[in-house]
């Protein structure tokens, strides 16, 4: 869950909980003010009853209404002795009779039905009536006597029933506003968070430079912020380091390498070598022509990510790879790999056409260099999708397994090392592939190919070019080994 979303369920969950403790002791003080006046009024009246019995020697009492404070006609009452003899009832004991209370209680609550046919008591639909009964006792004439007197009170239940349902309505309410303003609240009071968030997504090796703004509060979040920041000073001075020793290690080796390579080759000509010196001199010549392709590729890069040698200009991705491919025919006459070419000519993008150059080169090479030099196969398409150009390389060699999909394009991972190592790699080209896409804005994939083998995929922004200039739709070739036809 959201820390957003834990801070207004918090907030809301804190003020709905006091606001819900207040309400039920309002409502519970509400609730007893009532019964307690019906209470004393029912003493009252009870007392009045009893006071009247004690002058009446005679069985059952014969009471003087008139002089009671209300008419005991609108009470259920009942007055019984010692030996449990009836001394009074009044006219409601005649349709229903109330049960005795639960264990000692001197004040307790009954519901009933009562027919409105019999009686009216302000019954609800269901011809219910509460009654609120008390139970009183006295001395009369020197005898204990009980009384259980009651009154309806079917008028009060419902009308407490219906603050219970306005009061849960307006909490209902009131919960749905406390969620919206404890949102808002919450909102506000993680601005700052989600403000260093959104920076700290968008800083990424090439944008070290940003720092997150402090604010005005000396509190938690700006001394977080400065301690963020402190952070992002460190690292880019580190990658400036970095980036500036790759770049000044790898130009210093060049040169000494460069004339190592050229002594090497003039010993090389010298025709009175004997044959076992020779075969080393060449191995070591091997070993240092791989060292300056290593290192041209690590200054290459190095470049890339200064991205100090960009020149965008509009590039025709067609002609850009029909160049391309008509290098290679050289590298497949001396193979039996065929290769198909699908290309959409509408495919105008704006980038730096040496890199692209070089991009394209590395991912046709490794088609090539990988695949089978017997019954080989490399299909290579571009085409226009929705506003993006697709360049899909397809070759049918070995399959690179789906766990090194994403670590192929990290410096100096090698599928296979023997291989690598066979072919001449040194584990900077799909590094410099994905580092040119990256730089023109869009994207490379790698994935099972069609052909049994490893597809590469490139997807860059097209330009959109208008319908009347648009030359013939495709041009499809295919190269077969040793022979070329069209």
Same mark, same amino acid.
């Given at each position: 869950?959201?820390?957003?979303y834990?801070i207004?369920?918090?907030?809301?969950?804190?003020?709905?909980?006091?606001?819900?403790?207040?309400?039920?002791?309002?409502?519970?003080?509400?609730?007893?003010?009532? =019964?307690?006046?019906?209470d004393?009024?029912?003493?009252? #009246?009870?007392?009045?009853?009893?006071?009247?019995?004690?002058?009446?020697p005679?069985?059952?009492?014969?009471?003087?209404?008139?002089?009671l404070?209300?008419?005991?006609?609108?009470?259920?009452? *009942?007055v019984?002795?010692?030996?449990?003899?009836?001394?009074?009832?009044?006219?409601?004991?005649?349709?229903?009779?109330?049960?005795?209370?639960?264990?000692?209680?001197?004040?307790?609550? !009954?519901?009933?039905? #009562?027919?409105?046919?019999l009686?009216?008591?302000? &019954?609800?639909?269901a011809?219910?009536?509460?009654f609120?009964?008390?139970?009183?006792?006295?001395?009369?004439?020197?005898e204990?006597?009980?009384?259980?007197?009651a009154?309806?009170?079917?008028?009060?239940?419902?009308?407490?029933?219906?603050?219970?349902?306005?009061a849960?309505?307006?909490?209902?309410?009131?919960?749905?506003?406390?969620?919206?303003?404890?949102?808002?609240l919450?909102?506000?009071i993680?601005?700052?968070?989600?403000?260093? /968030?959104?920076l700290?997504?968008?800083?990424?090796?090439?944008?070290?430079?940003q720092?997150?703004? $402090?604010?005005k509060?000396?509190?938690?979040?700006?001394?977080?912020?400065?301690?963020?920041?402190r952070?992002?000073?460190?690292?880019?001075?580190?990658?400036?380091?970095?980036?500036?020793?790759?770049s000044?290690?790898?130009?210093e $080796?060049? %040169?000494?390498?460069?004339r190592?390579? $050229? %002594?090497?080759e003039?010993i =090389?000509?010298?025709?009175?070598?004997?044959?076992?010196?020779?075969?080393?001199?060449?191995?070591?010549l !091997?070993?240092?022509?791989?060292?300056?392709?290593?290192?041209?590729?690590?200054?290459?890069?190095?470049?890339?990510?200064?991205?100090?040698?960009?020149?965008?200009?509009?590039?025709? $991705?067609?002609?850009?790879?029909?160049?391309?491919?008509?290098?290679?025919?050289?590298?497949?006459?001396?193979?039996?790999?065929?290769?198909?070419?699908?290309?959409? +000519?509408d495919?105008?993008?704006?980038?730096?056409?040496?890199?692209?150059q070089?991009?394209?080169i590395?991912?046709i090479?490794?088609?090539?260099?990988? +695949?089978d030099?017997?019954?080989?196969r490399?299909?290579? /398409?571009?085409?226009?999708?929705?506003? %993006?150009?697709?360049?899909?390389?397809?070759?049918?060699?070995?399959?690179?397994?789906?766990?090194?999909?994403?670590?192929?394009?990290?410096?100096?991972?090698? #599928?296979?090392? %023997?291989?690598?190592?066979?072919?001449?790699? #040194?584990?900077?080209?799909?590094?410099?592939? *994905? *580092?040119?896409?990256?730089?023109?804005?869009?994207?490379?994939?790698?994935?099972n190919?069609?052909?049994?083998?490893? &597809?590469?995929?490139?997807?860059?922004?097209?330009?959109h070019?208008p319908?009347?200039?648009?030359?013939?739709?495709?041009? *499809?070739?295919?190269?077969?080994?040793?022979?070329?036809?069209?």
């Amino acid at each position: 869950m959201k820390i957003l979303y834990k801070i207004t369920l918090g907030i809301a969950g804190t003020a709905l909980l006091a606001a819900f403790t207040l309400a039920t002791y309002v409502f519970l003080e509400v609730l007893e003010e009532p =019964l307690r006046l019906i209470d004393e009024e029912l003493v009252h #009246v009870g007392n009045a009853i009893l006071a009247q019995g004690v002058n009446q020697p005679s069985r059952p009492w014969q009471l003087d209404k008139e002089a009671l404070p209300h008419s005991p006609d609108g009470y259920w009452i *009942k007055v019984s002795n010692a030996q449990q003899e009836l001394l009074y009832r009044s006219l409601i004991t005649d349709f229903v009779d109330l049960p005795q209370g639960p264990g000692k209680h001197r004040r307790y609550n !009954v519901e009933l039905v #009562v027919p409105s046919s019999l009686i009216n008591l302000d &019954q609800d639909d269901a011809d219910q009536v509460l009654f609120r009964v008390r139970l009183l006792r006295n001395t009369i004439n020197g005898e204990k006597v009980t009384m259980r007197i009651a009154k309806p009170i079917e008028p009060l239940e419902e009308e407490l029933l219906k603050v219970v349902k306005e009061a849960a309505i307006g909490v209902l309410v009131f919960t749905m506003i406390l969620l919206v303003l404890s949102y808002y609240l919450a909102t506000w009071i993680i601005k700052p968070v989600v403000t260093m /968030t959104t920076l700290a997504q968008k800083i990424s090796e090439d944008s070290l430079d940003q720092r997150i703004p $402090l604010g005005k509060n000396k509190d938690e979040l700006s001394t977080l912020a400065r301690a963020f920041n402190r952070m992002l000073d460190g690292l880019e001075y580190s990658f400036t380091r970095q980036k500036a020793f790759i770049s000044n290690g790898s130009h210093e $080796l060049k %040169s000494p390498l460069t004339r190592l390579l $050229l %002594s090497q080759e003039e010993i =090389l000509q010298n025709p009175a070598l004997p044959p076992g010196l020779r075969g080393d001199l060449n191995r070591q010549l !091997v070993t240092m022509q791989w060292m300056k392709k290593l290192i041209h590729n690590l200054l290459t890069l190095s470049r890339l990510e200064q991205q100090d040698t960009l020149s965008f200009t509009e590039v025709d $991705l067609a002609q850009l790879l029909t160049g391309i491919i008509e290098n290679y025919q050289e590298m497949l006459s001396s193979t039996a790999i065929e290769l198909s070419v699908d290309l959409s +000519n509408d495919l105008i993008i704006q980038g730096d056409r040496l890199h692209l150059q070089r991009l394209f080169i590395n991912l046709i090479d490794n088609g090539i260099r990988y +695949n089978d030099p017997e019954h080989g196969r490399l299909t290579i /398409t571009a085409r226009k999708t929705a506003g %993006s150009c697709m360049i899909d390389i397809d070759n049918g060699g070995q399959q690179i397994a789906p766990a090194e999909h994403s670590l192929i394009f990290e410096q100096f991972y090698r #599928v296979e090392q %023997s291989r690598s190592v066979v072919h001449g790699g #040194v584990g900077l080209g799909l590094t410099m592939c *994905k *580092k040119i896409v990256d730089l023109h804005g869009g994207r490379i994939l790698v994935q099972n190919g069609f052909l049994g083998g490893t &597809q590469m995929r490139v997807i860059l922004p097209c330009k959109h070019r208008p319908a009347a200039a648009t030359p013939a739709d495709k041009t *499809k070739h295919t190269y077969t080994g040793r022979r070329t036809s069209k």
